[in-house]
């Protein structure tokens, strides 16, 4: 169950994180946003109610740790949620933590800019603690 | 464990659809997506990982279970789910029918329009159909 027209069919840029047979986690180095992380389901399929309910579940326990270890990690004063898919209808999670000093802040990552990027906070992780707590996070995981 | 500044901890605005002890589903009228639904936790707790992992099981399945009731009723060519609270720090989700011809699409909602409001849908939908719909898909949830 791949396209091969769909990004995340391939190998969707970032650095990987964490993943299991369902699913896999990546940083996105966006610039604005470099602590974004996405959790991408392996098969394609459109909307998160064409999986199961243990499906489901499983998905959100990984993004419920990406967020747990991000709040540990850079005690953001937020942390936004989103599965969109409107430009690539492949099932993935986007985990953004927020500061208020953020460049949108405190619209959403897709609204209108609140500041400039000299004044913004673009608030970083390291890869290596990151992939270290969600793969303790995540050890003994459903 | 309610906050009286918080609006969603006051009455929310919007049309009840369904409500337990837990949550409660609200229909919107958005302007531009009268068909938007928000789910609210009850009490006031700021993110989705402050939830016990049966509370966020429960809370998806009830999203998830609004996520089928809009596509049965409405067909969108994508749903977006969010739970960002940058403003009002709640847990609730927004559930998002989109359609390629409403205002922003392929944009989230928070995005760029990409067309005027009378070249655009703005999807609506029966709150009768909407409320027998969820409380039938509700009926036997865990």
Excluded at 81 to 108: E, K, M, Q, T
Aim: hydrophobic share 40%; net charge negative; glycine share 2%.
């Amino acid at each position: 169950m791949t396209h091969t027209a769909c990004p995340l069919c391939n190998t969707p840029p970032g650095t990987l994180l964490w993943q299991d047979q369902d699913c896999f986690v990546i940083l996105t180095d966006e610039p604005d946003y470099p602590a974004l992380c996405r959790i991408i389901w392996r098969a394609h399929v459109k909307e998160m109610s064409d999986l199961t309910a243990a499906q489901q579940c499983h998905l959100l326990h990984v993004v419920m740790q990406v967020e747990r270890v991000l709040r540990q990690l850079l005690n953001p004063d937020k942390i936004n949620l989103a599965s969109l898919g409107n430009v690539v209808p492949h099932v993935h999670w986007h985990v953004i933590p927020r500061f208020h000093n953020d460049r949108h802040y405190p619209n959403p990552i897709w609204g209108a800019a609140c500041r400039e990027p000299a004044d913004s906070l673009a608030a970083r992780v390291s890869v290596d603690a990151l992939r270290q707590a969600l793969t303790s996070a995540l050890a003994n995981h459903p």
